[in-house]
């Protein structure tokens, strides 16, 4: 048995997913990250919402909580304010965060409480049948979206950083090793952390937008995600379908269950 392989509830296994799913090699990231960071599997809960990738809390052998959809994040922050020594993370999907629970995703990054969301970024609704979520590409079909989506996507590294984010970071499938230890740092990092992981679903969007198979999904991934000095000396017209990987963002700023302790502090005291 392998080290990391202690952090899997194998009497669960084989998984749920499609044949060529990226989301077992993005759960394997969090496994490995765990393993470096040698967290405690008593003292390290993992909470997930609704989705393909929210179903990877199931298989992991944490506390863990399959809530409601876009839900995951309210849940994550009444656990750590129960138990700040918790160290907390979030499994969530394009659509489950930042649809359903996008007000939640904001308003967690504005408060940096000390949670890591890892953001299993498969542009489109998998589970549910193939619908555009926020992150679907303009032009890209979905089944709500049958002539191509007209709906402008937004970043959501960019709107986490906005919303007061301390750590944010993107990694993919394809880049497996290096996810391993931006996952880690999010998870070590005292505030709010955002990892969006790139991944490949060539079930509900790869096939109706014709990307190939698996293989193909994650050659095209090693093509287009360049670190984010290379991206950032690449003109506007260079810039395509390339996007940044790697840290992406950090900042210091005061944790919110640490505030938060300090007020129950001020009351009890009477002050
Ligand atoms: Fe993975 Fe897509 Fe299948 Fe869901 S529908 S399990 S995301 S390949």
Request: aromatic residues 8%; glycine residues 10%.
């Amino acid at each position: 048995m392998r080290s990391y392989e202690k952090y899997f509830r194998l009497n669960r296994l084989p998984h749920m997913w499609c044949p060529g799913c990226g989301n077992g090699i993005i759960m394997k990231s969090i496994a490995k990250a765990a393993e470096q960071l040698g967290l405690d599997q008593d003292n390290t809960v993992i909470v997930s919402g609704i989705g393909c990738s929210s179903r990877a809390s199931g298989y992991m052998d944490f506390d863990t909580l399959h809530t409601a959809h876009g839900r995951a994040i309210p849940f994550a922050t009444g656990i750590k304010l129960a138990n700040p020594k918790l160290k907390v993370i979030v499994i969530t999907g394009d659509g489950d965060c930042t649809a359903i629970g996008g007000n939640h995703f904001i308003h967690g990054a504005r408060r940096n409480i000390d949670l890591t969301v890892i953001l299993f970024n498969n542009n489109i609704y998998g589970m549910t049948g193939g619908q555009a979520s926020p992150l679907t590409p303009l032009g890209k079909m979905g089944t709500t979206a049958p002539y191509g989506s007209v709906d402008r996507p937004f970043d959501p590294c960019e709107l986490a950083k906005a919303a007061g984010a301390t750590y944010i970071a993107r990694g993919t499938a394809y880049h497996a090793k290096p996810l391993v230890d931006l996952i880690a740092q999010g998870i070590n990092n005292d505030g709010f952390s955002l990892i969006e992981a790139i991944t490949q679903c060539p079930i509900s969007y790869g096939r109706k937008n014709k990307l190939g198979d698996a293989a193909q999904m994650l050659r095209w991934m090693s093509e287009n995600a360049l670190n984010l000095a290379a991206y950032e000396k690449l003109a506007d017209d260079q810039k395509g379908e390339k996007f940044p990987i790697g840290v992406l963002y950090k900042k210091a700023a005061p944790e919110y269950s640490t505030e938060y302790a300090r007020v129950i502090k001020m009351a009890q005291e009477g002050k």
